[in-house]
């Protein structure tokens, strides 16, 4: 069974922090790209900060670069995401998902929520005063 267990949210105040960590069983990491994806109520899941496998790739988008900051742990198979000076809006439920990487997989392809083989259970990050 592939499993992915995100852990690290709760309050914290506007331009606060919080680090989110994405521990893996049942498969390697190491040969999966990371993602992590937030969803706010009553919306669909968005894809903001990927890593990709074998390389060293990322991608953020324009709203989060200079924020946030992805990275891996291969020897203890798990992966981490940094946020830094978080705004209210990015109140939301934070998930981690791995892709089995593949010959024609860029890291673009990450940033797709379709590809994802294996998804955590979310863990609530709420930015407030």
């Known amino acids: 069974q592939l499993q992915l267990v995100e852990s690290g949210g709760g309050l914290v105040q506007p331009v606060g922090s919080l680090r989110l960590s994405c521990a893996a069983s049942?498969?390697?990491?190491?040969?999966?790209?990371i993602g992590w994806f937030l969803q706010a109520p009553g919306k669909e899941r968005e894809g903001f900060a990927c890593?990709?496998?074998?390389?060293?790739?990322?991608y953020y988008p324009d709203s989060v670069k200079g924020r946030f900051a992805i990275s891996r742990d291969n020897a203890n198979n798990t992966g981490y995401l940094q946020m830094n000076s978080l705004k209210p809006e990015e109140t939301a439920v934070y998930y981690c998902?791995?892709?089995?990487?593949?010959?024609?997989?860029?890291?673009?392809?990450?940033?797709?929520?379709?590809?994802?083989?294996?998804w955590g259970q979310g863990t609530k990050g709420t930015v407030s005063s």
């Open positions: 890593i990709g496998s074998g390389y060293d790739a990322t």
């Open positions: 998902g791995g892709r089995r990487w593949g010959d024609a997989d860029t890291i673009l392809t990450a940033t797709k929520k379709e590809v994802y083989d294996a």
């Open positions: 049942g498969f390697t990491l190491y040969d999966y790209a």
